[in-house]
């Protein structure tokens, strides 16, 4: 397996002294997922839970939706030119009857590990049709769980803690349980691994939860969360206006600048429940 972190010699500066020491960074190595053996797309993202990244990937593309539709996976034998494995390359083998997508799914060149979008052969193929609805899941979340979810994420990020360098997804139940946790370099990666690991475990659609991520909410990490079902999508930074556009048009709940006991709604606000009734209407235009 490829290693999550790496150490560097480094010159660090403070207060005007310099010493040299080791420091510890992320790990960031490209991954070739192929299906049935043909490339699919190339994507970087820190080594570790490659299967769920590679199945993550797959339901968030619209291929599949349940774990019986994987024959296998398997990283690929003899990927270098002196046959040795580097755990870079791997082949994910779809059920007998699963249809293999159509030719314009395959994105054979380099995704970068901050944007999945980018490169898509059409930008009407980031609108992909969600296999379930989200609008009539109702669960309910009371406002202190959603201001202890940050916390709860950070504690749960081992590697983050030894490189500060890796963006996280959680997912959380009503009561504001972390169910899983998973962390890469990507944001939509940490987001794939995380849905890979629901599809592995059969618990797609992941009603009656919410996904938190360490980072901005993007048009992509809520089109994510609507192929796996998911109700609410929380993040610590700022949304895009297509994320708040997807999520009205869809009955996705949207939350952002989630930090402590600080928040935006900024789409389905009924499944968040107040401790008082403070709503203060907005003014209407002078």
């Known amino acids: 397996m490829g290693r999550v972190t790496v150490r560097e010699r480094i010159l660090r500066i403070r207060d005007g002294a310099a010493v040299e020491r080791a420091d510890t960074l992320v790990a960031e190595e490209p991954l070739e997922i192929r299906m049935n053996g043909r490339p699919l797309t190339v994507t970087m993202r820190t080594p570790g839970h490659d299967f769920d990244l590679a199945a993550g990937f797959l339901v968030s593309e619209g291929v599949i939706t349940g774990p019986d539709q994987i024959a296998t996976i398997r990283y690929c034998a003899g990927a270098t030119d002196d046959g040795s494995n580097t755990y870079n390359v791997l082949d994910v083998v ?4 699963v249809a293999v997508p159509e030719a ?3 994105r054979n060149f380099y995704t970068t590990s901050s944007c999945g979008v980018c490169g898509k052969a ?3 193929a980031v609108t992909t049709v ?4 989200v ?3 109702a669960p309910l979340f009371e406002v202190p769980v959603l201001s202890g979810m940050p916390d709860r994420l950070r504690e749960a990020q081992r590697v983050f803690d030894r490189t500060g360098g890796l963006h996280a997804a959680g997912l959380f139940t009503p009561e504001g349980e972390l169910l899983c946790v998973r962390e890469d370099v990507g944001r939509h990666n940490a987001v794939d691994k995380l849905v890979g690991w629901a599809l592995r475990e059969d618990r797609l659609p992941l009603r009656g939860s919410a996904l938190m991520v360490s980072g901005r ?3 992509e990490l809520a089109q994510k969360a609507l192929m796996a079902g998911i109700p609410m999508l929380a993040a610590v930074s700022a949304p895009s206006s297509l994320a708040v556009e997807l999520a009205a048009d869809s ?3 949207l939350v952002g600048f989630l930090r402590g006991a600080s928040m935006n709604v900024y789409a389905g606000r009924h499944r968040i429940t107040l401790e008082t009734a403070s709503t203060t209407p907005m ?3 002078g």
């Open 94 to 97: 779809l059920a007998p009857g």
């Open 104 to 106: 314009s799914l395959e």
């Open 122 to 124: 059409s930008l009407e």
């Open 130 to 133: 969600a296999h379930w609805s």
């Open 135 to 137: 609008a009539e899941d």
């Open 217 to 219: 909410a993007s048009f």
């Open 251 to 253: 009955g996705l709940s």
């Open 283 to 285: 003014a209407a235009p």
